[in-house]
């Protein structure tokens, strides 16, 4: 299947830092979505983007969509504590979902 | 409320045995899918469904089956041919209108002994 290269795989951070995590493909996609999933749980969509070159907020939440249309980058300000879990982000293709790796986000108080 | 509900939140099978996972959605969507998920290995797809009585393999179907009898159900059989069958397994559903929005059930662990 479709590899997803998401980075870095964990951060730690303090509470108040901005975070940024990426994501890359080989090939070219017209979806790009950046889910997070708290412990325990199932995903929960952040942000949708669907147009190259898309910059998109969501609260403290920022996202981008790349030009070329293989990469997407996901930018937290100002983190809290239940910032903290795993972030992922996916492709969509025939009506299918194909996610990273995710990075682990741990939020020190 | 609409939403998508997964049954057990944790199972618990001796190795050799068949384990049938549940997942049923109110929320009028067409299409339902499975996914598993390992440490460090993201989520991957098993089996997806896009209409009633239809169902097609994802990436790691082998050791797995599934029937979509209702729109609104989607069971997850977990079989003694599953090598490593110990995981969270994931429910999500869908409309099909390429907008990806899918909602995701609040998962199953299973582990199996």
């Known amino acids: 299947g479709q590899q997803l290269n998401q980075s870095p795989q964990s951060m730690f951070i303090q509470e108040g830092e901005d975070v940024s995590m990426n994501c890359t493909s080989s090939?070219?996609?017209?979806?790009w979505l950046w889910y997070k999933q708290d412990p325990g749980e199932g995903p929960v969509l952040l942000i949708a983007?669907?147009?190259?070159?898309e910059l998109t907020s969501n609260g403290r939440l920022t996202a981008q969509f790349g030009i070329t249309r293989k990469d997407s980058f996901l930018n937290i300000s100002a983190s809290i504590p239940s910032d903290v879990g795993i972030y992922f982000c996916?492709?969509?293709?025939?009506?299918?979902?194909?996610f990273g790796k995710g990075t682990l986000l741990t939020v020190n108080p | 409320d609409g939403g998508i509900t997964q049954s057990p939140k944790y199972l618990f099978r001796k190795e050799g045995q068949n384990v049938t996972l549940s997942c049923e959605q109110n929320?009028?969507?067409?299409?339902m899918y499975w996914y598993r998920q390992d440490p460090g290995q993201g989520l991957r797809l098993i089996y997806y469904?896009?209409?009633?009585?239809?169902?097609q393999k994802g990436d790691i179907a082998e050791g797995y089956s599934v029937s979509r009898e209702k729109k609104e159900s989607f069971p997850l059989t977990v079989t003694s041919a599953q090598k490593n069958p110990t995981a969270f397994y994931l429910c999500?559903?869908?409309?099909?209108?390429?907008?990806?929005?899918?909602?995701f059930g609040s998962g199953t662990r299973l582990t199996v002994v």
């Open positions: 983007l669907y147009k190259a070159g």
């Open positions: 929320l009028n969507h067409d299409a």
């Open positions: 996916a492709v969509g293709s025939n009506y299918k979902l194909t």
């Open positions: 999500a559903s869908s409309v099909l209108t390429g907008a990806f929005g899918y909602t």
């Open positions: 469904s896009q209409i009633v009585n239809d169902f």
């Open positions: 090939s070219i996609f017209n979806t």
